[in-house]
């Protein structure tokens, strides 16, 4: 009885304090909704920002995403309203350089925060492929950490991997706070091998450097809905029960079916997992595709908030996994749910971006360098200068970063060196193996004249050369139009108009790699000590 009063108590309390998004009691949505009106801007983490993870300190919020095959490591965000979130550090600045032992090698997956009150410190627990392990038990959960105080600014100190499972390897980990202990709990990565996943828990000191005790199994998939994993789950406590809300399905491509189900248990120590049985609670719909493995958050006025990632269907796997955010609510049953009907309103005008090289004398935070690869020699004077290579299959130094929608152009003016230096899509080479290595198409300039190049099918290929001389700034642009179905590509020497050059049918599906999205950047192709300069850089969304 008593536990009977207090859960309508607590349900009575939520629908007092928490601010309605236009969810009605009796279509607290378990799969598909109408369209809510709310206060949040969506996407909340626009571009490839999959497995996003969200914790609040004080008044301020943190959010943090996986980055894939991309440097730097770990995307850290800050937000004070949820609503506009500033790109502000990452856990490893310059990739596997800031790694303990520089141990991993690959698959930089879910990342997730923790917020230590009593030690004022965050820990960011990550996944990677530790290089010295071959097959997938090479796939280990990290830690890092760093005082509060510092995580928009300081360095991340790195534990190296902690989290380690000896036959199908161990991804997406997670921290839960509760009654005094720190729990850590994980997927053993089973679908990788042909053997059963499951959601595993052990508790773990406080400088997370080291598992207590036995590991203990919470759940795995079990109800006819689930396919064969469980993974992304994510742990919180409301009233007498700790939730668990997991992704099942695929993630990660234009084959995803991923959906969200919640799970709950009033015990860690010695209690089982109960399954609500109107799983899943959030599906693919009208508006997004595949929603799943995100953390949940509470407000400084009580309120619960998830964080997860979903394609855009507007924007097909282009674009990739974006961080969407929305209220969870407590239903009349006693299970918190999500509404499933989240709009994207973000204005496209807060989507673009503009960079002329010149303040503070150093790289936005933005751009992005492969994983594999050290962070491009660089140096600023007059605009950025960025060092050529052959590397990436001979499509030369790439940075680059998240596209944010489907039709847009990149423009950049450079000056006409020896290098070949311009602007490009990057993505994944056809065919090539997972996880795929760069490959791109572009328009570049050089004393030589105007290039446009193309090296997605694995080879280096000119596709048009203009064979004139050239000196001083040019300015090149790409058009995406039509879904990314069509580039157009332009030029304007100085004092000129636009020059239309080319143009081509291109099939951005085709390219686009398992879990990533498409990067806009410029790359530059030449030997020895050769340089490219670049004098501004625009990523306009339309």
Not at 243 to 255: F, I, K, N, P
């Given at each position: 009885?008593?536990?009977?009063?207090?859960?309508?108590?607590?349900?009575?309390?939520?629908?007092?304090?928490?601010?309605?998004?236009?969810?009605?009691?009796?279509?607290?949505?378990?799969?598909?909704?109408?369209?809510?009106?709310?206060?949040?801007?969506?996407?909340?983490?626009?571009?490839?920002n999959?497995?996003?993870?969200?914790?609040?300190?004080?008044?301020?919020?943190?959010?943090?995403?996986?980055?894939?095959?991309?440097?730097?490591?770990?995307?850290?965000?800050?937000?004070?309203?949820?609503?506009?979130?500033?790109?502000?550090?990452?856990?490893?600045?310059?990739?596997?350089?800031?790694?303990?032992?520089?141990?991993?090698?690959?698959?930089?997956?879910?990342?997730?925060?923790?917020?230590?009150?009593?030690?004022?410190?965050?820990?960011?627990?990550?996944?990677?492929?530790?290089?010295?392990?071959?097959?997938?038990?090479?796939?280990?959960?990290?830690?890092?950490?760093?005082?509060?105080?510092?995580?928009?600014?300081?360095?991340?100190?790195?534990?190296?991997?902690?989290?380690?499972e000896?036959?199908?390897?161990?991804?997406?980990?997670?921290?839960?706070?509760?009654?005094?202990?720190?729990?850590?709990?994980?997927?053993?990565?089973?679908?990788?091998?042909?053997?059963?996943?499951?959601?595993?828990?052990?508790?773990?000191?406080?400088?997370?450097?080291?598992?207590?005790?036995?590991?203990?199994?919470?759940?795995?998939n079990?109800?006819?809905?689930?396919?064969?994993l469980?993974?992304?789950?994510?742990?919180?406590?409301?009233?007498?029960y700790?939730?668990?809300?997991?992704?099942?399905?695929?993630?990660?491509?234009?084959?995803?079916?991923?959906?969200?189900?919640?799970?709950?248990?009033?015990?860690?120590?010695?209690?089982?997992?109960?399954?609500?049985?109107?799983?899943?609670?959030?599906?693919?719909?009208?508006?997004?595709?595949?929603?799943?493995?995100?953390?949940?958050?509470?407000?400084?006025?009580?309120?619960?908030?998830?964080?997860?990632?979903?394609?855009?269907?507007?924007?097909?796997?282009?674009?990739?996994?974006?961080?969407?955010?929305?209220?969870?609510?407590?239903?009349?049953?006693?299970?918190?749910v999500?509404?499933n009907?989240t709009?994207?309103?973000?204005?496209?005008?807060?989507?673009?971006?503009?960079?002329?090289?010149?303040?503070?004398?150093?790289?936005?935070?933005?751009?992005?360098?492969?994983?594999?690869?050290?962070?491009?020699?660089?140096?600023?004077?007059?605009?950025?200068?960025?060092?050529?290579?052959?590397?990436?299959?001979?499509?030369?130094?790439?940075?680059?970063?998240?596209?944010?929608?489907v039709?847009?152009?990149?423009?950049?003016?450079?000056?006409?060196?020896?290098?070949?230096?311009?602007?490009?899509?990057?993505?994944?080479?056809?065919?090539?193996?997972?996880?795929?290595?760069?490959?791109?198409?572009?328009?570049?300039?050089?004393?030589?004249?105007?290039?446009?190049?193309?090296?997605?099918?694995?080879?280096?290929?000119?596709?048009?050369?203009?064979?004139?001389?050239?000196?001083?700034?040019?300015?090149?642009?790409?058009?995406?139009?039509?879904?990314?179905?069509l580039?157009?590509f332009?030029?304007?020497?100085?004092?000129?108009?636009?020059?239309?050059?080319?143009?081509?049918?291109?099939?951005?599906?085709?390219?686009?790699?398992?879990?990533?999205?498409?990067?806009?950047?410029?790359?530059v192709?030449?030997?020895?000590?050769?340089?490219?300069?670049?004098?501004?850089?625009?990523?306009?969304?339309?």
């Amino acid at each position: 009885m008593n536990s009977l009063m207090n859960t309508k108590l607590l349900y009575f309390l939520l629908t007092l304090t928490l601010l309605s998004c236009g969810v009605k009691k009796k279509d607290a949505s378990r799969t598909t909704g109408s369209p809510v009106e709310s206060p949040l801007v969506n996407p909340a983490l626009p571009g490839d920002n999959p497995d996003p993870s969200i914790i609040r300190v004080g008044k301020v919020y943190y959010a943090t995403s996986t980055t894939n095959e991309w440097a730097p490591y770990f995307t850290i965000y800050k937000s004070t309203n949820l609503k506009d979130w500033k790109l502000v550090n990452h856990v490893f600045p310059e990739g596997f350089k800031d790694m303990k032992n520089q141990w991993g090698e690959n698959n930089f997956w879910a990342s997730e925060l923790a917020y230590d009150a009593k030690q004022n410190r965050i820990y960011a627990y990550y996944t990677a492929h530790n290089r010295e392990v071959k097959g997938n038990p090479g796939l280990q959960c990290g830690i890092a950490w760093i005082d509060a105080d510092q995580i928009e600014t300081g360095k991340f100190t790195d534990n190296g991997p902690v989290i380690i499972e000896d036959d199908c390897g161990a991804i997406d980990a997670f921290e839960l706070q509760d009654g005094g202990k720190i729990y850590a709990f994980w997927k053993n990565d089973g679908n990788g091998c042909g053997k059963e996943s499951w959601i595993w828990m052990q508790e773990i000191n406080e400088s997370r450097t080291q598992l207590l005790g036995q590991k203990k199994k919470a759940y795995t998939n079990s109800q006819p809905w689930e396919t064969a994993l469980v993974e992304g789950a994510c742990f919180f406590r409301m009233g007498d029960y700790i939730y668990s809300l997991y992704a099942v399905g695929g993630c990660c491509d234009a084959q995803c079916n991923y959906k969200t189900g919640i799970a709950r248990t009033k015990s860690l120590a010695n209690g089982t997992w109960e399954k609500y049985e109107k799983n899943p609670i959030m599906v693919s719909n009208e508006r997004w595709n595949c929603p799943g493995h995100g953390t949940v958050v509470r407000s400084a006025d009580d309120r619960l908030f998830m964080l997860y990632h979903a394609f855009n269907k507007n924007y097909d796997v282009f674009v990739g996994r974006e961080g969407i955010i929305e209220e969870l609510k407590m239903g009349a049953d006693g299970w918190p749910v999500l509404h499933n009907a989240t709009v994207a309103n973000r204005p496209k005008a807060e989507l673009d971006f503009f960079e002329d090289f010149q303040k503070d004398k150093k790289l936005d935070l933005a751009w992005q360098w492969p994983s594999k690869l050290q962070k491009p020699a660089m140096s600023f004077d007059k605009g950025l200068n960025l060092a050529a290579s052959n590397e990436n299959h001979e499509l030369g130094t790439f940075l680059g970063q998240y596209i944010k929608s489907v039709d847009f152009d990149i423009v950049a003016e450079v000056e006409a060196g020896t290098a070949a230096t311009g602007i490009c899509l990057g993505g994944a080479i056809f065919k090539s193996k997972w996880p795929g290595e760069l490959g791109g198409i572009g328009i570049a300039a050089s004393k030589g004249g105007y290039t446009v190049f193309n090296n997605f099918d694995g080879k280096y290929t000119v596709l048009k050369q203009s064979g004139e001389s050239l000196s001083g700034t040019a300015t090149l642009k790409m058009q995406i139009r039509n879904g990314g179905k069509l580039i157009e590509f332009l030029y304007k020497n100085e004092g000129s108009e636009w020059q239309k050059f080319h143009s081509l049918d291109f099939n951005a599906a085709k390219y686009v790699p398992w879990g990533m999205g498409y990067r806009a950047g410029i790359v530059v192709k030449g030997e020895g000590t050769a340089k490219g300069l670049f004098k501004s850089f625009e990523l306009k969304n339309n």
